[in-house]
């Protein structure tokens, strides 16, 4: 039997109704923010996420499905929604034309990472990138809405914030943190070794035990920022008080894509395991023109739909659109064609089955039905049926034609 490659999923059933739903709340929320949809290609050369989410990253540096095509491109499966949605910006010149531009996608994303709970090789984002803000505010409006999502879908959270700096007080911050880290170079993992030269801050997110422990003294990247991003730091931090968004400052969190400046944050879930991170997003104002178009202040974030998916608090499903059966089998050709009237307007669940009552009555119950009734000859004789409403009980009766 062939089956799907592992951490690819199918979602099917009761997750697919669970997938839509969210897809229905978040694109409810964004569209209220004044976000509008866009879809990007699944395929994008591989150039533009090396040069996005950068050449230093796990993404990039061990887990893009990257090939050559039949008309030798490089090219590889979008790993993230931000890159394609920047490359959009930029082609169709909305740099160019400036103002303010505001999208949500929603869609596959494919990381080559081992397995496991929580984390797939194809998984699904909800995401949102704004551009043209270079405001503070725009990064807490962020914030807000991803707590809106989460708050509509049932969901608890602890949300965790940081600021990267800015190209004023980064740098200054880097060499000092490196010359922390080359003290005790000797006892660090290989891969910290490896960022050293190629992103060194990317060492504070190291999940090494050890690491850890060697870098609870490094200097705080908090603690270097430039007047301008402590500024604006502390606002962020001012409106998800006054809104009652509660939030820890994570200093080591440095997130996994070299895109990000300033404002940085994550939602984590204490209740998934150890893949906890559901969302998560800053400012990114240098992309746009790393990516030749002109300088653009951005923001954005993405949320992990699998890892979101057992929380959400379903609301109760409530009895929806007719069932109708057939009692016997002359009665089969009606109950077709007053289903296809009737699925102009309504859901309708039909059995083409010649069955007794009660077993029609467990078919409208198992679709959730709202509406059942039944067509047998007694029905096609007197020109009329009678419409039972499963919910309150009541019964009318009508005829045929008006169905
Ligand atoms: P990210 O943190 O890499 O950010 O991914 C966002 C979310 O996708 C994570 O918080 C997690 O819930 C989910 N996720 C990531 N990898 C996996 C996986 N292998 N399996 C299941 N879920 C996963 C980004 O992708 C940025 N593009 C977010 C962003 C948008 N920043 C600015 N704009």
Known sequence: M???????????????????YFIDVASDV?????????????????????????????????EMYQFTDKGENDVCLRPEGTAGVVRAFIQKKLDKAGGIHRFFYYGS?????????GRLRQFHQFGVESFGVDSVYEDSIMIMMCADILERCGIGYRLQINSLGDSNCMPQYRDNLVSFVKNCEDEICEDCKRRLDTNPIRVLDCKNDKCQKLYENAPK????????????FTKLKKVLDDNGINYE???NLVRGLDYYSKTAFEFVSDNIGSQSAIAGGGRYDRLVEFLDGKPTPAVGFAM???????????????????????????TVDLVI?????????????IDYKAKNFKNHIKGADKANAKYFCLIGSNEIDSGEITIKNLDDKTEETIKIETF
């Not at 994303?109 to 709970?117: H, L, N, S, T, V």
Request: glycine share 6%; hydrophobic share 30%.
């Open 2 to 20: 062939i089956k799907s490659l592992r951490g690819m999923n199918d979602i099917l059933s009761e997750d697919y109704e669970r997938f839509t």
């Open 30 to 62: 964004a569209k209220k923010y004044g976000f509008h949809f866009i879809e990007t290609p699944l395929l994008e050369e591989t150039a533009l996420f090396k040069r996005s989410v950068g050449e230093s990253s796990d993404i990039v540096g061990k």
């Open 109 to 117: 994303m494919f990381r080559y990472e081992r397995p496991q709970k």
């Open 221 to 232: 990247l908090i603690n270097s920022l430039c007047d301008g991003c402590e500024s604006d």
């Open 249 to 251: 400052i994570d200093t």
């Open 304 to 330: 992990g739909i699998e890892r979101l998916m057992e929380l959400i608090v379903m609301p109760e499903s409530s009895r929806d659109g007719y069932y109708i059966g057939a009692m016997d089998e002359e």
């Open 337 to 349: 064609s007053l289903a296809h009237k009737k699925r102009k307007t309504d859901k309708v669940t």
